[in-house]
């Protein structure tokens, strides 16, 4: 189990309540008024420190595009959005494209 102290990290709040069924951690972050967000659940990565190592990676990917596009956070955010679409499901299991695109 993850240390008290580890619950600080910035931008990485835990999520545990006694009567909800998710149980993980939640990205944010705030640039201009424009907000990126990820839930990353402990019973998708297989447990509560390899969800908050995904966290961390995610943060990290994040903050580098950031770098990318200093004065356009929702430039960098709509980039990490499109990376997060192509890896966060399980392969064969991506949602369908809307046929109205």
Not at 33 to 43: L, N
Not at 46 to 71: H, I
Not at 86 to 93: E, F, V
């Amino acid at each position: 189990m993850v240390s008290a102290a580890m619950k600080t990290i910035r931008n990485i709040t835990r999520f545990t309540y006694e009567f909800t069924s998710f149980q993980g951690w939640r990205l944010t972050l705030c640039r201009n008024q424009v907000h990126f967000t990820r839930y990353f659940s402990d019973k998708q990565y297989g447990g509560e420190a390899a969800a908050l190592a995904a966290a961390l990676d995610t943060r990290g990917r994040v903050l580098e595009r950031m770098q990318l596009f200093p004065d356009a956070p929702e430039k960098a955010f709509d980039l990490c959005r499109e990376e997060q679409q192509h890896t966060c499901y399980p392969r064969g299991l991506r949602p369908r494209k809307s046929t109205l695109d």
